[in-house]
């Protein structure tokens, strides 16, 4: 009689109950592969494309062009910064050859619009800017001047407006973006962050106003028609969010290949055991 180490016989039926074990998985992925496959890479966008942002459900409704006021030129907001000059005689010392430049820089400071659309100012104290445009803000407040000084010259100019950029592509590419011309569209944003970065054109969002009820429009800029659209205005802390390209073939086999990994070493233990 043959004598078997007690070890010898815990291997062999640990590998009987692999092999079962196996055979089991096997046969049952064969039976329901095809449906395993559609479930687990069709079941929802998000298993493809899980960084997408700013999901919007199907029939959703945007902002109408036609209907939504759109602003035609830059309006003050919170959180501006105002480079701010004043001056008496309607500012003829800025082109007064005779006084220095020291003289005709003693006027200018930086002052921020703070949360409540209010700005606070020397002599006038706490006015609110929030909604003007400059040269409404100008106009304002050259009429409060005039209470205590000869003709006011007021000269306003916005120092931190931005806008936030998502240009596509799967991260790393957004970007906050400072926009040097007050009045700046959708093109020079775009333009200052490097231009679309592997996104969709055709689905660009823009959203503007509070964060809890907000104005979200879609441009397409695929086509010429779709650039009337694209003429608008920029406001302080708009969203533009272009939406990533569907790469569907590399996600499904970024999203599939961890199951065929599994898959093909339980197909190399079972040629072990069987």
Known sequence: MSFKPKGFVNFAACAINQKNAITFLLNYLKKYWTFIFLA????????LNPERMLRTPPGYEYADF???EIEEEYRLAPNDELYFRLYTNDGERLV???SPMSQQRQGEHNYLIEFDG????PVLGRVELSGMTLRQAENFLEEKFSKYYNRPYVNLRVTNNRVIIFP???????RVVYLENTNTNIFEALAQAGGIADGRANRVKVIRGDLNDPQIFLIDLS???GVKNAD???QANDIIYVEPRERVPQRIMENV?????LLSTALIVYSLFN
């Open 257 to 261: 290949g961890p199951y065929l990994t």
């Open 40 to 47: 687990v890479v069709f079941s929802s966008c998000q298993v």
């Open 66 to 68: 036609a209907e939504a």
């Open 232 to 234: 608008m205005v920029l």
């Open 223 to 225: 086509t010429v028609e």
């Open 96 to 98: 007064d050859p005779v």
């Open 168 to 174: 596509g592509g799967r991260g790393g590419t957004s």
């Open 118 to 121: 209010k700005v606070k100012i």
